[in-house]
């Protein structure tokens, strides 16, 4: 078992993604969307509302990605957990559409106790060529550490530790990764007692591109006005894991370009280094 060598530059064959609007809107269930308000996001849960939508959430553009992969080697699965996750939107998602995405991995760091692989994708209108989201992801794999590559950058997180702007507290459902797997990501982590004790865990926990989801909700409620096309991007880390039916809460501070954002739950942190870029 090992990561695979000479993975830095590595570009993988392009792979092409469609959706239509039932795919949207169970993603914006998925993360939340209705749940605690039927009625308050219509715009991203329905497609037949006099006067709102269909629109789709801004982190949809994870999912037009993410079946874009690079073998990373021989290695147990349940040794790799998702460590940072960014993207860019070029313009605002369609609801239904085709796209081509191509990755290349563009960092493999020495952890010590495990190797962070990223990973960039870019996705284009599959009919016409042009952009339309750009995807970082970092994935740590345990034990994979210790080749003697660079450490990668490191630092205090630039989150203000003053009073937050605003404050979103949402409640995720106990079977809330039963619903997101829905969406594609059947990574058995979330759902499989014993993969997740494999992986260090007593039960499974939620997925982070859910905790991901729910937070980018509140930003755009407090930071966008509801208005997706106003949602150019977001960065985070992933610092702990979320129990489904764990409470979320999201602070966050507005600048002049956007926002900064921490995600707590239980009172620990378990998004960190958040930034909204906004248009």
């Known amino acids: 078992m090992a990561l695979a060598q000479g993975l830095l530059g590595t570009t993988g064959e392009p792979v092409e993604f469609s959706w239509t609007v039932d795919d949207v809107l169970l993603y914006a269930l998925a993360v939340g969307a209705g749940h605690d308000d039927p009625l ?4 991203f849960t329905t497609d037949n509302t006099d006067g709102v939508g269909p629109a ?6 994870n999912i037009i990605t993410r079946g874009s992969r690079i073998p990373l080697g021989d290695f147990d699965p349940a040794l790799l957990v998702h460590a940072e996750q960014g993207f860019r939107l070029h313009a605002p998602l369609p609801v239904e559409g085709r796209a081509t995405t191509t990755s290349t991995v563009t960092g ?19 009919a016409t060529g042009q952009p339309l989201a750009t995807t970082v992801q970092s994935v740590f794999i345990g034990g994979e550490g210790g080749f003697g590559g660079p450490r990668g950058s490191s630092g205090p997180s630039p989150v203000p530790e003053s009073a937050p ?15 997101y797997r829905l969406t594609g990501d059947r990574n058995p982590l979330h759902t499989d007692p014993a993969f997740a004790r494999r992986g260090g865990f007593d039960r499974p926990i939620l997925h982070g591109m859910c905790t991901y989801g729910f937070t980018a909700r509140a930003l755009l409620a407090t930071v966008c006005d509801g208005d997706p096309a106003r949602f150019r991007g977001m960065d985070a880390r992933f610092t702990r894991p979320v129990l489904p039916g764990a409470e979320l809460t999201v602070s966050v501070w507005r600048d002049g370009a956007g926002a900064w ?4 739950s239980g009172g620990e942190t378990v998004l960190d280094r958040g930034r909204l870029d906004i248009g």
Not at 112 to 119: E, I
Not at 261 to 264: A, C, G, K, Q
Request: net charge negative; charged share 20%; glycine share 10%.
């Open 56 to 61: 789709v959430l801004p982190t949809y553009a």
């Open 165 to 179: 702007d605003h404050i979103v507290g949402y409640t995720t459902a106990p079977g809330q990764a039963l619903l």
């Open 108 to 126: 493999v760091f020495d952890k010590g106790r495990g190797a962070l692989v990223r990973t960039e994708a870019e996705a284009v209108d599959a």
């Open 40 to 43: 308050g996001e219509l715009a």
């Open 261 to 264: 954002f921490r995600t707590t």
